[in-house]
């Protein structure tokens, strides 16, 4: 029983036929072409860089340490006479030893430091809006590439239709010519049409592959030459503005805004504290000609309390910064508006166009059995009914490129808008 029951299991897996490879879709493109793109590395770079410029801020709360080493000869230093010959006043010497070291402690800095990190931050922010808006080019591109394949596939169907019925016919009346009903020319009208196609189908390929090797370089993935992609089915729902620019410009302001806030408290106290510990000749007391030790500890504040309007112009010019962003953000909303405009009255143009489609194809339907009929019977000539066949055809092929330029048009304009 059981050699019987694997022997079924194996046959089960060898009769039934392995599913076909599911479809590419356009989402799976656009994701691919923003996780393969090479400027996704710079998000993680501009995180590095922040993170060491923080770090470098971080390190003023640190005491800072600097020695120095002097030697120095001077032609006169502090002295006077002696009032008589038996008493002599020291005299600091005019060749000068110092090494000391110079230690200072930030206490209060005004909230510098804080407003500092503030900015560096606001900077990453802005500078991986800039990047968002960067990768979001990019998907202009892969919608544009992903229809066009879509619309050499359907041309490659309608071809592949035609030829198929063409060679029906070229069948029918080849019989004829044989039994010297029709003449041979009848005949070699459908021959010389189907290498038409043929030549289209050729050149269909060609574009077909080109635009499937575009799709690899902006997806970095290898695509086989019989991949099928899906048609991306979108709506034309009324959706608000969600573009990374309009992110971008609010990073803008916020950066601005920080810089600001620096430059506020720029002008703010500092207090520090300071330490001093040397050896040297002379020491403080200047006139004792003897190498010595010295130190001295203290505070010291620093507090620029007037800079000539300087900090006020540098406010005034954020402002007027902050002005123009906002005329950048209202000029590329204004933009947006135009392109969408159209591309809605494309949309509506497109709908009302298929209302009519089916209808023009039944009549051409009608006109080609007409014409194979008459073309039976011997009363219609082979180019009169590759006319007709191929005006039935070109009617096809027009609806279904309508469908995929309203489904194209649709989906433009749910990437204009940022969807």
């Given at each position: ?30 994701l ?19 993170e060491?410029?923080?770090k470098n ?10 020695v ?26 005019q ?41 979001y ?57 189907l ?20 799709l ?30 309009l ?28 330490g ?10 200047l ?26 112009r ?20 204004k933009?947006i ?17 298929m ?48 469908r ?16």
């Open positions: 029983m059981r050699q019987i029951g694997f022997f079924l299991i194996v046959c089960m897996i060898v009769i039934v036929p392995q599913g076909k490879a599911q479809p590419v879709s356009l989402d799976e493109c656009l691919l072409s923003r996780e393969t793109y090479p400027l996704q590395s710079e998000f993680s770079n501009v995180k590095q860089q922040t060491l410029r923080l801020l971080n390190a003023r709360y640190y005491p800072t340490m600097d120095t080493g002097q030697f120095s000869w001077q032609n006169d230093v502090p002295h006077f006479n002696s009032p008589t010959a038996t008493f002599k006043v020291p005299k600091a010497p060749d000068q030893y110092k090494a000391y070291v110079d230690v200072r402690q930030v206490i209060y800095d005004g909230g510098m430091t804080k407003a500092a990190k503030g900015v560096e931050l606001s900077q990453q922010n802005m500078q991986h809006q800039n990047l968002e808006v960067e990768l080019q990019v998907r202009a591109q892969v919608i544009q590439t992903y229809f066009l394949v879509l619309v050499i596939d359907e041309q490659l169907r309608q071809v592949d239709y035609r030829m198929d019925i063409l060679k029906k016919r070229l069948e029918e009346v080849q019989s004829g010519v044989e039994n010297g009903m029709v003449l041979q020319s009848e005949a070699d009208a459908f021959r010389v049409e290498l038409k196609l043929e030549q289209e189908r050729f050149a269909m390929e060609e574009g077909r592959r080109s635009g499937i090797e575009i690899t370089e902006l997806t970095g993935k290898e695509f086989p030459s019989d991949v099928s992609f899906a048609m991306p089915m979108s709506e034309t729902a009324e959706q608000t503005l969600n573009r990374p620019e992110t971008l410009f609010d990073a803008q302001r916020l950066q601005l805004e920080s810089v600001q806030k620096l430059t506020t408290q720029q002008r703010m106290p500092v207090i520090a504290g300071f001093q510990l040397g050896y040297g000749n002379p020491g403080y007391n006139l004792k000609d003897e190498f010595d030790t010295f130190y001295m500890v203290g505070l010291r504040l620093n507090w620029k309390i007037w800079d000539w309007k300087e900090t006020a540098k406010k005034d010019v954020l402002k007027l910064q902050a002005q123009s962003v906002n005329a950048r953000e209202a000029t590329f909303e933009n508006r135009l392109v969408s405009g159209d591309v809605k009255a494309r949309i509506r143009q497109l709908e009302r166009i209302e009519k489609d089916d209808e023009i194809i039944a009549l051409r339907k009608r006109i080609t059995q007409s014409a194979q009929s008459r073309l039976s019977n011997g009363t219609y000539t082979a180019a009169d009914y590759i006319t007709d066949f191929n005006a039935e055809s070109l009617a096809i092929l027009a609806r279904e490129m309508h995929i330029e309203l489904n194209r048009a649709r989906r433009e304009m749910q990437n204009i808008l940022g969807y």
